[in-house]
């Protein structure tokens, strides 16, 4: 039975990835879940991923039909598994009493600009959806889908489903986002790669949105963004709590909140100021090497006026000390997917850049500290040098932003690289005594 607390009347997202509705026994985890606070008397949507495992899934059947796949087809495909789940869910929430339905992308609608498997979200229809909440019924929508101007499926990228609930917590002037997944919050780093990870009880929207840009998979970026530009309130929090875990109101997980509300929780001694908030690793991108680029006005924009004209997005970049004969050694990351497209067009236009040799590396890694503080603090980039070559890690490029330092490593130091990087900056958690 649902816990019958005070009426609390909230309206609240509720976001489950895919581990949380990997099969009909976590969904109906799930459905207690949402159940329990709709009889808190809360109006309750919820946005839910495809089963664990699924997307991949559907991806490698495109690619067999067809390896130039239509990216509207694709999508079409790639779609489907979150409106299973969010069938499902309506169902067992249905089998436990509660008024429940599915609202698709493209019911809803989702309007997504045309860009099939990057789509960003353009507006929601929020009328029919408030009204239904008002009504009792909890609406359970597939995440990562909407429609484009044209009526054609779309989807807005891996992760893409956390964007789907920021959306819907603004369209509906949610009073918070709940994200649930298989870890109870931030943590400093990836629990999974290091033990001693800290999780976080509030992280703010800037440090979360340089964080999931450098690889810290646990939101999506864009939800990040538009959590920031539309005010909504996130919380990650796990959807594996025991049955007596605090419930999602007690604010159990991780906030993600303005620079204000970040300063008051300092203030009140809730969160201590740290100079490094996370270190985040990116296995996902591949190093480009153009040898001998003649030295001179033009011969960068070469480069890369075409790599943005196909839209591949060039990460960090290292000219050079030209060298004699005013030529140049220029080195920059692309992600791994784009790798052979970019070579093949950097190759088709040997002749009007002018380069000797392409070197590409996949086998790379790009490990990121992250904090506010150092805005107005130095040595966080020394700190991060000298932690790395004390354990012989070389560093290939680097790349820094106001509140960020990256780092190019061999793949197979990233576990290493990570761990060092977490105790230099005093980041461990300390050991509890027994
Ligand atoms: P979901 O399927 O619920 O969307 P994801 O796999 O997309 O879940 O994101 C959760 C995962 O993010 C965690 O299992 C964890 O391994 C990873 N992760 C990476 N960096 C962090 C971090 N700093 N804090 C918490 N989790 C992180
Ligand atoms: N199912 C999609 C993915 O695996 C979207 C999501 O889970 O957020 O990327
Ligand atoms: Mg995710």
């Known amino acids: 039975m649902a816990k019958s607390g005070p009426k609390s009347g909230k309206r609240i997202v509720m976001k489950f990835g895919g581990t949380s509705m990997a099969g009909t026994e976590r969904i109906r985890r799930v459905a207690n879940l949402v159940r329990a606070q709709a009889a808190a008397g809360n109006q309750v949507a919820v946005v839910v991923s495809a089963m664990a495992g699924e997307t991949d899934r559907l991806i490698n059947f495109c690619r067999e039909a067809n390896a130039l796949y239509d990216p509207a087809e694709f999508d079409v495909v790639v779609s ?42 353009e507006t929601i229809d929020a009328p029919g959806l408030i009204e239904a909440l008002e009504d009792g019924e909890i609406a359970v929508i597939p995440g990562f889908q909407g429609v484009s101007e044209e009526g054609r499926i779309t989807t807005m990228g891996r992760g893409g489903s956390d964007t789907s609930a920021v959306g819907i917590a603004a369209a509906i002037n949610a009073d918070r986002c709940d994200i649930y997944t298989d870890v109870d919050g931030v943590y400093t780093t990836d629990p999974r790669i290091v033990a001693k990870a800290r999780k976080l009880k509030a992280v703010t929207y800037e440090e979360m949105l340089e964080l999931a840009s450098v690889g810290a998979k646990v939101l999506q970026t864009r939800s990040v963004g538009l959590a920031m530009k539309a005010g909504v309130r996130i919380q990650v929090l796990s959807s594996f709590g025991d049955d007596d875990a605090a419930s999602a109101d007690e604010l159990p997980g991780t906030l993600i909140v303005s620079d204000m509300e970040m300063d008051q929780l300092v203030e009140n001694g809730d969160m201590e100021r740290q100079l490094v908030t996370g270190i985040a690793h990116d296995k996902n991108e591949a190093k480009i090497i153009l040898t001998r680029v003649p030295d001179k006005p033009g011969a960068v924009a070469h480069i890369f006026e075409p790599l943005a004209d196909a839209s591949i997005n060039v990460d960090m970049i290292i000219q050079n000390v030209g060298r004699d004969k005013g030529e140049t050694d220029v080195t920059f990351t692309v992600p791994q997917a784009d790798l052979a497209r970019a070579q093949a067009m950097l ?6 850049i002018g380069f000797n040799r ?6 790379i890694a790009k490990i990121s500290v992250v904090g506010v503080g150092m805005k107005s603090h130095a040595g966080v980039a020394s700190t991060m040098f000298r932690a790395l070559s004390d354990r012989g890690i070389n560093i290939q490029a680097i790349s820094t932003s106001e509140i960020k330092v990256s780092v190019l490593i ?21 050991e509890e005594a027994v």
Do not use: M, N
């Open 347 to 352: 190759e088709d236009r040997l002749e009007d």
């Open 80 to 121: 489907s598994g979150e409106q299973v789940t969010s069938g499902l869910l309506a169902l067992t929430l249905q089998s436990l009493g509660t008024k429940a339905r599915s609202w698709l992308g493209w019911q809803l609608p989702v309007r997504t600009i045309e860009a099939h498997s990057k789509a960003r979200i």
């Open 410 to 430: 061999d793949e197979d130091e990233t576990e290493l690289a990570v761990r060092v990087l977490h105790t230099a900056y005093g980041l461990d958690a300390v």
């Open 358 to 363: 392409i070197i590409t590396d996949s086998h």
